[in-house]
């Protein structure tokens, strides 16, 4: 069995509600990462829903060397929206179609939006992780 760190978390952000957090093999439908925006019931690849409420992490147990910053970034989408930082939320859909043939461009494009990048930052922080650093350094530079 595998256990996931997450010494980072343990000292920061204690005023913030907990959000749902799900852990489940999703295969590559939902890749591994989800942060809910609420109100409303989010269906897991389980077919189990849950109320949004609170928040929702949803993180893909397909790929388990993410696990750890997959947490970090999302538990960042959910400090953003419950910090008063959503003014950062630039959500373009436009910026969301990835091509793996111009990764490099896809992840600038991206990381653009702000509260993309806040949370790539946050992640890179917390979290080593080297496909991760990597696309930071594709991103900024
Ligand atoms: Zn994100």
Known sequence: ?????????????????????????AGDVHRNYCYYYPPGVWTMP?????????????INADYPAKIESTMAHEWRHHYQHHS??????????ELLDWSYENYKDSAKKYFS??????????????VEDEGYSTVLDMVLN
Do not use: V
């Not at 389980?46 to 949803?58: A, K, M, R, V, Y």
């Open 84 to 93: 008063g930082m959503k003014s950062i939320h630039t959500y373009n859909p």
């Open 1 to 25: 069995m595998r256990s996931i760190d997450l010494h980072w978390l343990s000292k920061r952000d204690k005023w913030l509600i907990l959000p749902e957090l799900r852990i489940e093999h």
């Open 113 to 126: 939006m702000l509260h993309e990048r806040d949370a790539l930052l946050f992640q890179c922080k917390m």
């Open 46 to 58: 389980s077919g189990l829903e849950f109320d949004t409420q609170n928040g929702l992490i949803f």
